[in-house]
């Protein structure tokens, strides 16, 4: 619980856009459970809330005593303390406005939650689902949640030089991994944006690999994917260590990677295509006979969650807007030798983007 750093006046102004939104989408009132997109409208962070938005009584939350101070303290709309389930509480408001078109958000909602609802519900209303409207508002970011993305990234850039600094050979992958989160706590992080990814050797060529207790053996790649939550707010960064001396293979992949990087983030500007971005970097890739070894997307929007709107694909066709927060982030991943990827977190800007990380792409021989 603390005094979100962005004004009460912008909570207020994302609701209300909501609200005058209704109409155009043909409801009578939007419910909002809990999640991101409920921090987004009204900047509460307890773990149990709903939100209804109608266009008589505006915004108005429901939680249970547990967060009757907190949400006093975080939340500048009316607030309803229910001592029961709360989707009681929100069919009873729902009743007393006599609304009849609910939109509510299928991917966030549980099916308990909807089933508990719908049945309560007066006779001539219904639940509508609606997807991605919340999340499309937080794509673009204001300068208040852009400030705390930079710290954000700060804060995992300066975990990583303080940690990359003491690998040694022998050192466990979890242990590594466990330095970085403490590392990035003790600078002021709420938590790491994900479970923190180390991945030695050839299991390097795992994407998404979790540590293990491998350790970091002479002559291996090791790829290091972290970030940090603060105040809401996530980073995401790569970079790569190598134990020993990097033979030729190892500096060509690299190279293919750093330059497909290099590529995308200069094709990133408002107005650009997210699927220019992604082929950007696909096009240094196959120069190098290495674009099937890219199997996933050059990058994604982050905010309140670590993986948001925009998605940076081939088959993407979204148009990218000035102030979206995005990673760029494209790898090779060979089986049975390993894996590299680049990964900086940008700011996209009306001429360009500005590159949040601060920390050397160079590999760092270890």
């Avoid at 002559?219 to 707010?233: E, K």
């Avoid at 929007?301 to 948001?308: A, S, V």
């Avoid at 590159?355 to 050397?360: D, E, G, Q, R």
Wanted: proline share 5%.
């Amino acid at each position: 619980m603390y005094a979100s750093p962005i004004a009460p006046a912008e909570y207020e102004a994302r609701a209300r856009a909501v609200r005058e939104g209704l109409a155009e989408r043909k409801l009578d009132a939007l419910l909002v459970s809990n999640g991101p997109n409920l921090r987004y409208l009204t900047g509460f962070t307890g773990d149990n809330a709903n939100l209804l938005i109608t266009p008589a009584a505006g915004a108005l939350l429901f939680t249970d005593p547990r967060f009757e101070i907190q949400a006093a303290r975080e939340v500048s709309c009316a607030v309803k303390i229910a001592p029961g389930p709360l989707v009681m509480e929100v069919a009873e408001a729902i009743r007393r406005q006599a609304v009849k078109r609910i939109g509510f958000e299928p991917a966030r909602m549980t099916y308990d939650a909807y089933q508990g609802l719908v049945p309560r519900l007066p006779m001539n209303a219904e639940a509508l689902g609606v997807r991605g409207w919340i999340e499309g508002l937080r794509m673009v970011k204001s300068p208040a949640e852009l400030a705390l993305i930079r710290r954000a990234v700060e804060i995992s850039s300066q975990a990583f030089e303080q940690v990359a600094a003491k690998v040694r050979v022998g050192m466990k992958e979890s242990v590594l991994a466990a330095e970085l989160e403490f590392r990035m706590r003790r600078l002021g992080a709420e938590k790491p944006s994900f479970e923190t990814i180390v991945a030695a050797g050839e299991r390097s060529a795992l994407p998404h690999a979790q540590p293990t207790a491998e350790r970091l053996c002479e002559g291996g790649l090791v790829v290091v994917d972290m970030g940090a939550f603060h105040q809401g707010y996530a980073s995401d960064m790569t970079r790569m260590l190598f134990v020993g001396k990097p033979g030729a293979k190892v500096k060509r992949a690299y190279r293919a990677v750093l330059e497909a990087q290099l590529a995308a983030i200069d094709a990133v500007k408002a107005g650009r295509a997210t699927a220019a971005v992604d082929r950007a970097a696909r096009r240094v890739l196959a120069g190098y006979g290495l674009e099937r070894a890219f199997v996933h997307s050059t990058g994604h929007g982050l905010g309140l969650e670590i993986h948001e709107p925009p998605r940076l694909g081939r088959r993407d066709k979204r148009r990218l807007e000035a102030g979206m927060s995005i990673t760029i982030e494209p790898g090779v991943y060979l089986e049975g030798w390993g894996g590299i990827r680049i990964e900086d977190t940008v700011v996209v800007t009306k001429n360009g983007c500005e590159v949040l990380t601060p920390t050397s792409k160079e590999l760092r021989v270890v």
